[in-house]
């Protein structure tokens, strides 16, 4: 991995206008900010994920850097070039692919339709077979690459689309939202196929994502996006530390009375406490700490002096879904109140 950036985004801003009706055709208003000075440096070889709720700006932005919109304000680069300015040459460094593509012709096997897009980057003849044979096998379709598209399953059909996005050998690849729509099973295949044959060498990766185990799987680093604005950009882990305060430890308990387990709750050091029965016998303590640990060994002590057992203890880390909901969680109850008629 190297230091140099090769997707840089600078204060990037974009506001949709606003047509109403045949109105619209002579008065255009302003409209919503759909992104609000975006800041993001991306270094070579990294696998970037953009997690966000529904209209947070994703795909906008996947847009501007793949030079299919303008941004509003501010300044985006692929690999050096201005999307804007040189977006020509800055296409030539992506490939793209989104979710929710409907690029392929369905009667068509796969290595036809990538011939045809082969065409598209002018690639040809023998060299354009070879190509489209290579980056059939990168997605594991060799064996179904004469079969027509219309036969594949959705895995599969996405699989494609990775492979179309592979065509001109991009030194950027951008996938939005590549496990919409799949089933768990195929979700998982697809997260281990990039993980293993996409998100390699330096090639650098962005993905942009609401799934955040998919987003946990794959990603050196992440940012989390709501309303529009990069709310918090790093490595998981340190998102994580920063996020948990609190040391949340849960202890897995049987044999303790009502009582025991208020006083528990009363032990200095201890926030909460939450009780959650397990099978009848057990019960899950949720502690949230005000100390590191120190806490930790005295309650221990505590349930074993007051009769009960300790069956497992341990720290909890936040889960991604925890993470996502702390960040942005509350920009999604401000967008819900936007959408409310006043
Ligand atoms: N062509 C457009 N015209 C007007 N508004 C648009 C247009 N495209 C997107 N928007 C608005 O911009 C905001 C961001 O949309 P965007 O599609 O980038 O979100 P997203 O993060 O990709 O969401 P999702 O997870 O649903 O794909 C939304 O409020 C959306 O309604
Ligand atoms: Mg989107």
Not at 73 to 89: H, M, Q, S, T
Not at 123 to 144: N, P, T, W, Y
Not at 237 to 256: D, S
Request: aromatic share 6%; glycine share 8%.
């Amino acid at each position: 991995m190297s230091d140099a950036p090769v997707i840089e985004t600078r204060n990037v801003s974009m506001r949709f206008s606003e047509q109403q009706g045949w109105r619209g055709l002579f008065r255009v208003r302003p409209g919503k900010l759909a992104l609000d000075a975006v800041n993001l440096t991306i270094r070579q070889g990294e696998v970037f994920g953009l997690l966000g709720p529904n209209g947070a700006g994703k795909t906008t932005l996947v847009k501007i850097l793949s030079t299919l919109l303008i941004p509003t304000a501010g300044e985006a680069r692929i690999a050096g070039l201005n999307v804007v300015r040189d977006g020509l040459r800055a296409r030539r460094r992506i490939g793209v692919l989104y979710g929710d593509e409907r690029l392929f012709f369905w009667r068509l096997s796969a290595v036809d339709n990538l011939m045809f897009y082969a065409a598209l980057y002018g690639i040809h003849g023998k060299e354009a077979r070879r190509r489209v044979l290579e980056v059939l096998d990168m997605v594991g379709l060799s064996e179904s690459a004469h079969m027509r598209l219309h036969h594949y399953s959705t895995g599969m059909k996405r699989r494609a689309s990775i492979a179309r996005a592979l065509l001109n050998d991009p030194d950027v690849l951008i996938m939005d939202e590549v496990n919409v729509a799949l089933d768990p099973i195929a979700a998982a295949e697809l997260r281990e196929l990039i993980k293993e044959r996409v998100t390699t060498g330096e090639r650098t990766v962005l993905i942009t994502t609401n799934v955040m185990a998919e987003a946990e799987f794959l990603c050196d680093r992440v940012a989390f996006i709501a309303g529009g604005r990069i709310q918090m950009v790093g490595e998981i882990a340190h998102i994580r530390n920063a996020l948990q305060t609190n040391k949340v430890f849960e202890m897995v308990v049987g044999g303790l009375t009502n009582a025991s387990i208020e006083a528990l709750r009363a032990a200095p050091g201890v926030d909460a406490l939450d009780v959650v029965p397990l099978d009848g016998k057990r019960y899950r303590l949720d502690l949230n700490l005000s100390s590191n640990g120190d806490t930790v060994p005295m309650m221990v002590r505590r349930v074993v002096e007051t009769g009960g057992e300790v069956w497992s203890c341990g720290p909890r880390e936040l889960t991604m879904d925890q993470m996502f909901a702390i960040i942005v969680g509350n920009s999604h109850k401000d967008a819900e109140r936007e959408r409310i008629p006043a």
